[in-house]
Nanobody
Framework: QVQLVESGGGLVQAGDSRALSCIAS????????MAWFRQAPGKKREFVAA??????LYGDSVKGRFTASRDNGKNTLRLQMNRLKPEDTAVYYC?????????????????WGQGTQVTVSS
């Protein structure tokens, strides 16, 4: 049974940094394309970052501020968020790409965590 559990969310000030983690069980992270998405109230789920076998992809709104990585030994996906802005406020989800297609498309992901709330105050 696959389980993804995010942690690390909370309330931060604009300009602060925050690190999120996603611990995976039931799958091997090193054999999967894993991603972070986020969803703000009233908005569509947005691609944040993905770690593939050969590359790391970022959404335009976080490029240069966020860094995604994975620790294969701990089967954990991480997201380091720097220079946070109020518009980064959202629930952040980690997910496993289980279908072929664009990595930035949420429809191609089959397993999702429950999400962790990040709130950035101005």
């Amino acid at each position: 049974q696959v389980q993804l559990v995010e942690s690390g969310g909370g309330l931060v000030q604009a300009g602060d940094s925050r690190a999120l983690s996603c611990i995976a069980s039931g799958l091997t992270l090193s054999k999967s394309v894993m991603a972070w998405f986020r969803q703000a109230p009233g908005k569509k789920r947005e691609f944040v970052a993905a770690v593939t076998w050969s590359d790391t992809l970022y959404g335009d709104s976080v490029k240069g501020r966020f860094t995604a990585s994975r620790d294969n030994g701990k089967n954990t996906l991480r997201l380091q968020m720097n220079r946070l802005k109020p518009e980064d406020t959202a629930v952040y989800y980690c997910a496993r790409q289980g279908r072929s297609g664009r990595t930035i498309d949420a429809a191609n992901y089959d397993y999702w965590g429950q999400g962790t709330q990040v709130t950035v105050s101005s």
